[in-house]
């Protein structure tokens, strides 16, 4: 098949995804409204995984056959599902803003650039540096331009950047000892794993007390469908389909698409020059994620 033939969805999934993507982020603090942190956690991935379960019995998918596979997925798992997003979602509780954490997360792929050839002993390029020292400016000037809308806490700080490690430390360990696990047992195993983290952290140490209304039956299905399974599964069909460089440069939109889902579902404001810091983050992001053409 040649390339004028590629199907519209194909063409339309880079879009739709960085779309669900960025969404994810405000409506996540919309849920959070209504429900705590690791009780929506929960919530988000027992959904997941009984939406997931009738797949797995209609197409059969094989098992991985080693233990040390199940082993890989189920740490894949604790650390992009339980630590990434458990502690996202403790720093929105602390007020940290959609786009601001937006652009923390944002830096994920400069940190995986830099990390993974300085864990196979590469030099890292100055590029990549300079990438990551514009990402952090750019994240520094919209954190100093909300301060006077909304003051930085030190813990809201602290829960981002542990966030950050959780899905870089994560992508690294994929990277590493990823296999070729069918994507629905992969996401069963993954989501699993993530629920037996946050559950026991939920009902311990919070209410676990829900508000049921139409808004967050609404944000729970946006994040357990359109979040969760249809975002996953575009980017898993792109990656197959050789469509992840397109991804890579939509990927810079994440956080001024997040600061407005952000503005039109929670209010939140952003000063002209947090948009300045945005789109430094931004040029940091594209430095250091372009490939390089010579070795």
Same mark, same amino acid.
């Given at each position: 098949?040649?390339?004028? /033939?590629?199907?519209?969805?194909?063409? $339309?999934?880079?879009?739709?995804?960085?779309?669900?993507?960025?969404?994810?982020?405000?409506?996540?603090?919309?849920?959070?409204?209504?429900?705590?942190?690791?009780?929506?956690?929960?919530?988000?991935? /027992?959904?997941?995984?009984?939406?997931?379960?009738?797949?797995?019995?209609?197409?059969?998918?094989?098992?991985?056959?080693?233990?040390?596979?199940?082993?890989?997925?189920?740490?894949?798992?604790?650390?992009?599902?339980?630590?990434?997003?458990g502690f996202c979602w403790w720093a929105f509780r602390t007020g940290?803003?959609?786009?601001? $954490?937006?652009?923390?997360?944002? $830096?994920?792929?400069?940190?995986?650039?830099?990390?993974?050839?300085?864990?196979?002993?590469?030099?890292?390029?100055?590029?990549?540096?300079?990438?990551?020292?514009?990402?952090?400016?750019?994240?520094?000037?919209? #954190?100093?331009?909300?301060?006077?809308?909304?003051?930085?806490? #030190?813990?809201?700080?602290?829960?981002?950047?542990?966030?950050?490690l959780g899905i870089t430390s994560g992508v690294l360990y994929e990277?590493?000892?990823?296999?070729? !696990?069918?994507?629905?047992?992969?996401? $069963?195993?993954?989501?699993? !794993? &993530?629920?037996?983290?946050?559950?026991?952290?939920?009902?311990?140490?919070?209410?676990?007390?829900?508000?049921?209304? &139409?808004?967050?039956? !609404?944000?729970?299905?946006?994040?357990?469908?359109?979040? /969760? @399974?249809?975002? @996953?599964? +575009?980017?898993?069909?792109? #990656?197959?389909?050789?469509?992840?460089?397109?991804?890579?440069?939509?990927?810079?939109?994440?956080?001024? +698409? !997040?600061?407005?889902?952000?503005?039109?579902?929670?209010?939140?404001?952003?000063?002209?020059?947090?948009?300045?810091?945005?789109?430094?983050?931004?040029?940091?992001?594209? @430095?250091?994620?372009?490939?390089?053409? /010579?070795?």
């Amino acid at each position: 098949m040649n390339q004028t /033939s590629k199907p519209v969805w194909l063409t $339309l999934a880079p879009v739709i995804f960085t779309l669900l993507w960025a969404g994810g982020y405000g409506v996540a603090k919309v849920g959070l409204q209504y429900a705590e942190p690791m009780t929506l956690l929960s919530l988000r991935f /027992s959904a997941v995984v009984i939406l997931l379960v009738p797949f797995y019995l209609y197409f059969k998918p094989a098992l991985p056959k080693r233990k040390a596979d199940w082993l890989h997925l189920v740490v894949v798992g604790v650390l992009v599902q339980a630590v990434y997003f458990g502690f996202c979602w403790w720093a929105f509780r602390t007020g940290v803003s959609a786009g601001v $954490l937006a652009i923390f997360m944002s $830096l994920q792929p400069i940190l995986v650039a830099i990390l993974a050839p300085a864990l196979a002993r590469e030099k890292v390029s100055w590029k990549r540096w300079l990438g990551l020292l514009l990402g952090l400016v750019g994240v520094l000037i919209v #954190i100093i331009a909300r301060s006077d809308i909304e003051p930085p806490t #030190i813990i809201g700080v602290g829960f981002s950047v542990m966030g950050l490690l959780g899905i870089t430390s994560g992508v690294l360990y994929e990277k590493r000892f990823g296999g070729t !696990a069918h994507p629905i047992v992969a996401n $069963l195993v993954q989501y699993a !794993a &993530g629920f037996s983290v946050v559950f026991p952290i939920a009902f311990f140490f919070e209410t676990m007390q829900v508000q049921w209304n &139409g808004e967050f039956l !609404a944000a729970l299905a946006y994040l357990a469908i359109g979040n /969760s @399974i249809l975002a @996953i599964s +575009l980017l898993l069909a792109m #990656i197959r389909a050789g469509e992840v460089s397109r991804v890579s440069s939509l990927m810079f939109l994440v956080p001024p +698409l !997040a600061a407005l889902f952000g503005w039109l579902l929670l209010g939140e404001e952003m000063p002209p020059v947090a948009w300045i810091g945005m789109a430094v983050a931004a040029v940091g992001v594209a @430095i250091a994620a372009r490939k390089r053409v /010579s070795s």
